[in-house]
């Protein structure tokens, strides 16, 4: 069996201690371990262009709180983007990014890099959204202290599309959102009652037909509303 690409994701933060827990955990740290992704952290503060490491200025035009500054993600982007020919996505983690999807999971499992800057303050210079990234997301209508949890959440669901991630094919055939709106059904196990609740008899019938019904019909029920 040919060897399966490595899929690397790197995550520049001012707070690089946080990605390494998650990241090496469950699913993704043996994806990691497997040789199947790699997850890095970078530290924005080594791109600094100052002695102080500062990474964040006062706003022009006015107005609370700081800005991260344009030059150390320009640098950091620069120093972690893998050799050229490679199929790299940079993503800025933004609260007024466009919404992220399971249809973006999917098309970004299919870059060998996607690089996340990670915001924090009153969020990050323009020109880095503008000029430097290729797309920027949001993971939801609220706002968060920074952009780490974000992009731990995108990698998670691009690294669960990653051939040989999850072993087998059906996981993803059948979880919630592999097609547009529909919903996994509902699961059970063992026992058959708890207390007064009771498995649908349907599931164990052993009629594989009317199962594959039952479960079509509940993802139908479960849609989610066209926005």
């Not at 993503?91 to 996340?116: C, E, H, M, N």
């Not at 009317?210 to 479960?215: G, M, N, V």
Request: with cysteine; glycine share 8%.
């Amino acid at each position: 069996m040919p060897k399966l690409k490595l899929r690397r994701f790197d995550v520049i933060t001012i707070f690089p201690e946080v990605i390494a827990p998650y990241a090496e955990a469950s699913i993704l740290g043996r994806a990691q371990k497997n040789g199947l992704i790699s997850i890095v952290a970078h530290n924005l503060r080594d791109w600094a262009m100052d002695k102080h490491h500062k990474v964040d200025d006062s706003p022009y035009g006015g107005g609370p709180g700081m800005v991260m500054k344009i030059e150390p993600f320009d640098g950091a982007v620069r120093a972690v983007r893998v050799v050229r020919g490679k199929k790299t996505r940079v993503i800025v983690t933004s609260a007024s990014g466009k919404p992220f999807t399971q249809q973006d999971a999917i098309r970004l499992a299919k870059y060998d890099q996607v690089i996340f800057l990670c915001g924090r303050y009153e969020g990050i210079d323009a020109r880095v959204e503008e000029k430097i990234a290729d797309e920027s997301f949001s993971i939801g209508n609220y706002v968060l202290t920074g952009g780490e949890l974000p992009a731990l959440v995108m990698i998670d669901a691009i690294a669960r599309n990653v051939p040989g991630v999850l072993g087998a094919k059906e996981s993803l055939a059948q979880e919630s959102h592999g097609e547009e709106g529909l919903l996994e059904y509902p699961q059970y196990t063992k026992p058959e009652v708890y207390k007064k609740w009771s498995v649908p008899e349907v599931l164990l019938s052993g009629d594989h037909k009317k199962i594959e019904e039952w479960r079509k019909g509940k993802q139908r029920e479960n849609k989610t509303p066209a926005v």
